[in-house]
């Protein structure tokens, strides 16, 4: 496995462009949060495959992409981008509130409006209050709700629907605000790099994975059980087809916890031995860190430990 190191923060970025997406402002957080440090370059890229790809070819360190919204669910471009090709890991994650506008040039009306753009996530997060707006408009899918804001600024369409900080930066007129149809939706981007010494656990971290379950009864409870029975929470799984026959998927998966926390590893283990494939996608702080549940002690990494001495003694041979 290739190994890129992450012992010093990545100051290349690669993230979903053009200027102005959701994606460069969860970048800006997120090298806020990182506090000071040396020089940032970020570049903006066309699609979530163009973001990847300059990671795995070495042209920038790490790649913001979006992986899930709270409201129309994950992002199957980054999902099947993690899996596909060289491997990846996921080293950060951010989550940032989003907000959408309804952007024009300037002197252009809602009456004038027949044709509106943005990435299909934020057509469905908006999808209501664009109906009641714009009933007769043509929808159109982009592949970022910045792309769709520099197209309406270059004539290619009437309207956008975007963040506010896109239709200014295209120099657009917001005719409508607060557009989402569910307010207060929140996206979770994923900091990716190649793979390396990855973070040390926090004690509120998450993991993240793919596994396509072997094709027999119960195999898919047998991947659960080994979650459950060492007290390890999921809190996110869904499938994927895999592209070799119909009805052979993987499944995607985050849970919490680290790999160098015993119970975690222990399962990822017997995954291993039990599915067909596993992918290690991460091991990284949580970005809501109050909201994991405590370590029950019978699975915490003392009780492994303890567990693991008793078996060396038993074998040596010690009466116990």
């Not at 592949?143 to 520099?150: L, V």
């Not at 793979?195 to 004690?203: F, M, N, Q, R, S």
């Amino acid at each position: 496995m290739p190994s890129a190191g992450h012992s010093a923060a990545p100051t290349r970025f690669a993230y979903l462009g053009p200027e102005g997406t959701f994606a460069e402002a969860a970048l800006v957080s997120l090298v806020r949060s990182m506090g000071p440090a040396a020089e940032v370059y970020a570049r903006p890229e066309a699609s979530i495959p163009a973001a990847l790809a300059a990671v795995r070819a070495g042209d920038c360190a790490a790649a913001l992409v979006p992986l899930e919204n709270s409201v129309e669910g994950s992002v199957p471009a980054t999902m099947d981008g993690l899996v596909d090709g060289d491997p990846l890991v996921i080293t950060r994650e951010v989550f940032l509130e989003v907000g959408f506008v309804l952007a024009v040039r300037p002197g252009t009306t809602t009456a004038d409006v027949r044709s509106v753009a943005s990435h299909p996530h934020a057509l469905a997060q908006c999808r209501g209050r664009v109906a009641g707006l714009l009933p007769d408009a043509d929808v159109v899918p982009t592949a970022s709700t910045a792309d769709a804001a520099r197209r309406v600024a270059d004539g290619e369409y009437d309207a956008a629907v975007c963040a506010a900080i896109a239709a200014e930066r295209y120099g657009l007129t917001a005719v409508a605000t607060d557009l989402a149809d569910h307010p207060g939706a929140v996206t979770r981007f994923v900091l990716v790099q190649r793979p390396g010494p990855l973070p040390g656990p926090t004690g509120a971290d998450k993991t993240t994975i793919t596994a396509v379950v072997r094709d027999r009864t119960g195999a898919l409870l047998d991947l659960l059980a080994e979650f459950a029975v060492r007290g390890i929470s999921l809190t996110r799984i869904e499938s994927r087809p895999t592209r070799e026959r119909l009805g052979v998927y993987s499944f995607s998966l985050d849970c919490e916890g680290h790999v160098l926390d015993a119970r975690v590893g222990d399962a990822l283990a017997a995954l291993h031995r039990l599915c067909a494939d596993v992918r290690f996608l991460g091991s990284y702080p949580r970005a809501d860190a109050g909201a994991g549940k405590p370590v029950e002690e019978r699975v915490g990494d003392e009780a492994f430990a303890a567990a693991q001495a008793w078996l060396g003694r038993v074998r040596g041979g010690a009466a116990v």
